[in-house]
C-alpha cells in the first residue's frame, strides 16, 4: 500500500524529475544542514520527484493555496 502524504510544493527542499538526482539532493542537504529532521523523497501525480522535512506534511486542503499530493518512495 503506498503512503500518501499531502504537502505545499512550494515547501520542497529540492524538485527534479528524476528520482535518483532528488534522492541525492536530499542526502547532499541532509548532510549540510544543522537540523536533525527526517526527510521524504516523494512523487506527485505528474511523475515530478520533491523533497520535503517529513514534519511538513499538511492537510489536504488547507486553504487558499491547496497541498499537493505525494507518494513517498523513501524516508532519509
Not at 544543522?34 to 517529513?54: I, T
Amino acid at each position: 500500500m503506498d503512503e500518501i502524504i499531502y504537502f505545499n510544493p512550494g515547501d520542497a527542499v529540492a524538485q527534479d524529475h528524476d528520482f535518483a538526482a532528488a534522492r541525492r539532493s536530499a542526502e547532499i542537504f541532509k548532510a549540510k544542514s544543522v537540523k536533525d529532521l527526517g526527510l521524504v523523497v516523494g512523487k506527485d501525480d505528474d511523475g515530478k520527484f520533491a523533497v520535503f522535512y517529513e514534519g511538513a506534511a499538511q492537510e489536504p486542503n488547507p486553504g487558499a493555496e491547496p497541498a499537493t499530493r505525494y507518494t513517498i518512495l523513501a524516508h532519509l
